[in-house]
């Protein structure tokens, strides 16, 4: 059984800095795709940061620049290190993983990002 357990989440000020971790368990999952997602209420869940098969890393626009997405395959975790936050970044993140066809979420984690 394909768990993922996000941690993290939080308030933060704007300007702030929050680190989201995704742990996984059940599987072996060093060259799958993992990424996060955010919905943001009202809006469609979009994808923020991930790791496409190759090892490369993509990023929304909007975060270029300030989100870095890293791995850690020994510990079967995703971590979302998110610097220069705005208001706009306000949502819930979801860890993401897909493994022989099928997705699997984590709960989600809310961040809150004050003016």
């Known amino acids: 059984q394909v768990q993922l357990v996000e941690s993290g989440g939080g308030l933060v000020q704007a300007g702030g800095s929050l680190r989201l971790s995704c742990a996984a368990s059940g599987g072996i999952f060093s060259f799958t795709v993992m990424d996060w997602y955010r919905q943001a209420p009202g809006k469609q869940r979009e994808l923020v940061a991930g790791f496409t098969r190759g090892g490369s890393k993509d990023y929304v626009d909007s975060v270029k620049g300030r989100f870095t997405i890293s791995r850690d395959n020994a510990k079967n975790t995703v971590y979302l290190q998110m610097n220069s936050l705005k208001p706009e970044d306000t949502a819930v993140y979801f860890c993401?993983?897909?493994?022989?066809?099928?997705?699997?979420w984590g709960q989600g984690t809310q961040v809150t990002v004050s003016s």
């Open positions: 993401h993983l897909a493994w022989f066809g099928v997705d699997y």
